[in-house]
T-cell receptor, first 113, second 113 residues
Framework: NAGVTQTPKFQVLKTGQSMTLQCAQDMNHNSMYWYRQDPGMGLRLIYY???????DKGEVPNGYNVSRLNKREFSLRLESAAPSQTSVYFC????????????FGQGTRLTVV | GENVEQHPSTLSVQEGDSAVIKCTYS??????FPWYKQELGKGPQLIIDIRSNVGEKKDQRIAVTLNKTAKHFSLHITETQPEDSAVYFC????????????FGKGTKLTVNP
């Protein structure tokens, strides 16, 4: 039982490059989330998926897209990376949206140069 | 987060002292208030949560209190130990009828031996 698995753990991109962050959970959770964490800003919600087949914008969605590929997997795509997207990204999942424990992955440290 | 404020941003205590972190929220409709602990290089992990039908919940040295009238909830850590040093996040309602949670900006707790 691995919980929430994110790949890659580290990534360096050049401005304008694209990439996809992968996330998978093995807890049969309905809801999944992508957050970014910046110094002094806490965890800010980028996108979330309340259940398989649905996705919604969070607090800071600009510059990102997501895909809920199936119940297990929720990917985050940067189409044209910018230095402002340098951050640590966390994927999380929970049984239900909002009022149950969220389980987090180990994070992806992304640097855009 | 959109509607959750957390204070203080940093807290330094001596080993054995108590630590208190407070969060305020604006949406009175929510009924779930969790606290997460994030150790260096890891994702956040739930340490305690409370639902609106109770005013206090304890788990060994950790307690959470909820004041729905004043719209604030607090994390209390007693007999602090060096391993309590971490960043702590509260989460609360995003507001506007949304069920998703938003996080406070975090409190960096340092327990000095």
């Amino acid at each position: 039982n691995a919980g929430v698995t994110q790949t890659p753990k580290f990534q360096v991109l050049k401005t304008g490059q694209s990439m996809t962050l992968q996330c998978a959970q093995d807890m049969n959770h309905n809801s999944m989330y992508w957050y970014r964490q910046d110094p002094g800003m806490g965890l800010r919600l980028i996108y979330y998926s309340a259940s398989e087949g649905t996705t919604d914008k969070g607090e800071v969605p600009n510059g990102y897209n997501v895909s809920r590929l199936n119940k297990r997997e929720f990917s985050l795509r940067l189409e044209s990376a910018a230095p402002s997207q340098t951050s640590v990204y966390f994927c999380a999942s929970s049984e239900l949206l909002g009022n149950t424990e969220a389980f987090f992955g180990q994070g992806t440290r992304l640097t855009v140069v | 987060g959109e509607n959750v404020e957390q204070h203080p941003s940093t807290l330094s205590v001596q080993e054995g002292d108590s630590a208190v972190i407070k969060c305020t929220y604006s949406d009175s409709a929510s009924n779930y208030f969790p606290w997460y602990k994030q150790e260096l290089g890891k994702g956040p992990q739930l340490i305690i949560d409370i639902r609106s039908n109770v005013g206090e919940k304890k788990d060994q040295r950790i307690a959470v209190t909820l004041n729905k009238t004043a719209k604030h909830f607090s994390l209390h850590i007693t007999e602090t130990q060096p391993e309590d040093s971490a960043v702590y996040f509260c989460a609360g309602p995003a507001g506007g009828g949304s069920e998703k949670l938003v996080f406070g900006k975090g409190t960096k707790l340092t327990v000095n031996p």
